[in-house]
């Protein structure tokens, strides 16, 4: 047994729970009984949501919701992406640091800020045009589903920013150049050069974000779930933990394997439209920087106003709100009465011994999980890249499933494995461990496709050279791949660290008792609860514990890094 | 020292599959400076890589003397960190993160063959004199020259005192003037040590300079070993002969074992290698005299001048004899204007093969 054996049970080992929690899944949906009882086989699951009018229900609101999202997201990001990549707008920089932070600010975070905002009885907004316009019934209704495809859409816009950045990049300038030096406008290169150009860039990162929306869970959690508006995986997140029936596996397994059928097909499609539009990129050598358009005095205002109302509505807005709605008792619009009212009593009243309780269990999380996957992928990818292995393509495939299957569902498999698979042999459910593992897992695609984007980079023949000098597998990894890789592992540890920290789908199933609990799950479980002013101080100061990790971030995770993970 | 036989190797290009070694035969002894040449894609690297052992190949035996390092069957296989060899890649593959010396030393310290703590200094030392890079060692690496990371890539790999050196294309990197004085340096330091040195080129010139022998190769096989005055003067067929400097081809017909009628009219050789039939006689240009003082008669046709070159040490002139066109390369105070020439082809020096090998096809065409 030497190293190179070791990586590959290693890499083998890390992917073997992703077939597992596949081939359970959709053992699930043919699957019935309950802890004890003998198992029955059945297709009655699949003949149950086929038939009843609910699952279309579902499916429509989930395509419509994952619809919206994707055009909100769209409208934000590709102006702001043009503006950054090919126009002399001062304080760019600014933008792409803003726009990074952005992806990091939880969903649900946002998304509490917009019912404030919008929700028919309490939203501020609502309430204002109603007194305004003498409105018998709310303007707005968020908790619908275009008012969750919005808030979701301004969530995902800064994803959306960073991969058409990377297709504005890619894109030759020289042909935007030669339509202006022909006596194009500006606009017409815009409409015959550079739209046509970067639409499939454009288009992957549609159906990329569509694959997010149609698995999202934290807005439909904290929106529609309360209202009883449905996507896909509150839907099987109910069919998991109902409130008043038994839970039904069986059910929940059919809809997750009907979903994993759909998202592993949008993201066949993804990969065909993603290398379709890299026929058009280029690798311009070093220095060259394209002509930027100058945009005049009013240009440049109108370029201002519309990044400003972005974030403001995006982030200000919300944020705002929950601080707002932290400070008051009940909550009610601003007002001269309301601002009397502010208190801390919130904040004091905070269930705060199950906050250390969940800030540690979540501290732990934060240090294990990255540190974990990193170790894992790094084994992996040396199998896919270094180790010239026959079947490295199969392991580079399995990589990808993560990514490619709806987190919740993982989570399910999971749960599922520990109850009925495992239940004696290794008692998981419940405990901080199997929150650990089953993150790690969902993060195998993310950290396999830095590490293999970094090691791609390194020349082969200086491990080799290590080789022929004598050094052993494990050495090599240890002083010559690692040092190299640095960069890249820093970065990515830091980056699955703060998106362990914001978790809240994935939490949803597997946390169930105080050992686990999480800070998400704190904040989503009071807000469920019905005290969303608590909920409101809970959030911020989840927040609050956040802001260190993310100054590490942005001191030591580079921009460019973000982009390759993207 | 090295022996190979039967090695095969494939490699999965789609749905392909391309041959990268052909049944490979090899003996390298022991202190020689060995040569394998070839053009791009002609298996010469993956040969010394299935040497180093950072491939396997699929069939065949390597050893080392007499110790199998690999076997297809049954299965033996030795990794490269075990097979004592020190290699210098064509990257030159020079840590960069780490200094000159931490380079060096990494191999003496952390390597299967290091040495006691206390002598890893000196030996940095001692291998940074050999390159004449002494006070180079607290360098970062990456701040260091192409010639310089030659040198270091060189010092390193002799630090573990192996008893095989492999180069892979070690100065294709390099410009010209460096190519020239480093190439002169490895062998000086290949003799003092009295290395065994299996050694990767695509240049002609290079292998002649270093080589003890040669092995020529072409689309995974070896065509022809032998050392380079055997390979230029006795090559066994027309890709050897191309491979080294360049050669006029003309068809012709045996008449029998001396006399040949050509395009460009009848020659006399001095053997006609057991060929008979239609064949290609091939002659070097620097082997065909212009204007010879006209004592011998024989191999003796009248030409035309129909360009010359004079280029300072030698003429490149071109002649025309009936409708065929030879490159000749005479001396400076052979230059003769243009026009009507007798030209004279010395037997021992034309060469004759069989007229199907696709080379002389493409360049008599």
Redesign the interface.
Known sequence: MNGRHVLFAVAAAALLPVVAFLVIILWMGFWQGSPGEPVVYTLAHYRAILTDSFTYKTMLNTLGFASISVAVSLIFAVPTAWLVERTDLPGKSWVFTLMAVSTLVPTFFTAMGWVFLLHPRIGIINKFLMNWFGLEAAPFNIASIAGMGWVEGLGLSSLGFIMVVATYRTMDPALEEAGRVHGLKMWETLRYVTLPLTFPGVLAAAIYIFTIGLSAFEVPAIIGMSNKLFTFSTFIFYKMQPLEELPSYGVAGAVSSLLIVLALLLSWWYFKVLRFSSRYAVVTGKGYRPQLVELSPRGRLCAWLFLGFFFVVAKVLPFLLLLWAALLAYFQPPSMEALGKLSLSNFYGLPWELLLAGARNTLLIMLTVPTLTLMLCMAISWVILRSGFKWRLAFDGLAFLPHAVPSIILAIAAVFAALFLLRDAVPLYGTLTIVILVYTISRISFATRIINNSLAQIHPELDEAAFAGGLRVFQVIRKILLPLLKPALVYAWLWMALLCYRELTMASVLVTNQNNVTLPMIVWGLWLGGSLNQAAAANLVVLVFMLPAVLLYLTFGRRSRFEEAM | MISLSGVEKHFKSGPQTVAALKRIDLEVRKGEFFVLLGPSGSGKTTLMRCI?????PDRGNISFEGATVFSAIPPVYV????R????V?????????MTVAENIG??LT?????IPKGDVKERIRHVLSMVQLDNFGDRPARLLSGGQQQRV?LA??L??NPKLL?MDEPLSNLDARLREEVRSKIKKLATELAITVLYVTHDQVEAMVLAHRIAVMSQGEILQIGNPFELYRGPKNSLVAEFFGSINWVRGKLLDLHRVETEIGPLMVESSNGHTGTVVVGIRPEDIKLAAPSTESENRLQGRVLSSAFLGDQVIAEVKINETTLTVKAMPDDQKKVGEISVHFPKERIVVFPASAPVQEAALQ
């Open positions: 180093a052992g950072l491939e396997k990794p490269p960190e075990r004592q060899i020190g290699m890649f064509q990257s030159y593959a020079i840590w960069p993160h990494l191999v952390h390597g299967q063959r290091r890539a390193r790999a630090a573990t492999l």
